[in-house]
């Protein structure tokens, strides 16, 4: 495509309420690797990548996740694995850590288990996940911070 040409339309979106929140890249040869959600208030399952149908360009998607009043909004999405850890910080700052392969495994149209037990009004703000080796390395999985451009590199 040319400098001015706008792309294809990668999902087709419900509302005004609808949005992405995130994407992962799919191996089918590695049958180690699940999908795992979490919702705002605490809620989260894995799934196997094989369960998910692939759509075309334009779709509206695959339903992954119950959601309902107690569960809240979908936040996160990872591919993790059986070795990695989870990270939940909620939005007071309260961290915890947890180990993936404790959470388990559920169909797409479950609503998940309870991850974290919050108050009334509180919510997840982020997810990451941590590789327990790259972890004894001083190294972490995922990076909240990206690291600029040299000058004069392709983006």
């Given at each position: 495509?040319?400098?001015t040409a706008?792309?294809v339309?990668?999902?087709?979106?419900?509302?005004?309420?609808?949005?992405?929140?995130?994407?992962v890249?799919?191996?089918?040869?590695?049958k180690?690797?699940t999908l795992?959600v979490?919702?705002?208030?605490?809620?989260?399952?894995?799934t196997?990548?094989?369960d998910?149908r692939?759509?075309?360009r334009?779709g509206?998607?695959?339903?992954?996740?119950?959601?309902?009043e107690?569960t809240?909004?979908l936040?996160?999405?990872?591919?993790?694995?059986?070795?990695?850890?989870?990270m939940?910080?909620?939005?007071?700052?309260?961290?915890?850590?947890?180990?993936?392969?404790?959470i388990?495994i559920?169909g797409?149209?479950?609503?998940?288990?309870?991850?974290?037990?919050?108050?009334?009004?509180?919510?997840?703000?982020?997810v990451a996940?941590v590789l327990?080796?790259q972890?004894?390395n001083?190294?972490?999985?995922?990076?909240?911070s990206?690291?600029?451009?040299?000058?004069g590199?392709?983006?």
């Amino acid at each position: 495509m040319g400098r001015t040409a706008t792309g294809v339309k990668g999902i087709t979106l419900k509302d005004g309420k609808d949005e992405v929140i995130g994407m992962v890249i799919a191996d089918p040869e590695n049958k180690e690797t699940t999908l795992l959600v979490v919702s705002e208030r605490g809620y989260g399952k894995r799934t196997h990548l094989e369960d998910y149908r692939i759509t075309n360009r334009g779709g509206k998607g695959v339903k992954t996740i119950n959601i309902t009043e107690k569960t809240g909004a979908l936040i996160s999405i990872k591919s993790v694995s059986d070795q990695d850890d989870l990270m939940i910080i909620t939005r007071s700052g309260l961290t915890i850590r947890l180990a993936v392969k404790t959470i388990r495994i559920a169909g797409r149209a479950t609503q998940g288990v309870k991850l974290i037990n919050l108050r009334e009004n509180e919510r997840i703000a982020a997810v990451a996940s941590v590789l327990k080796s790259q972890e004894e390395n001083g190294e972490s999985g995922d990076h909240l911070s990206a690291v600029p451009p040299e000058p004069g590199e392709e983006i």
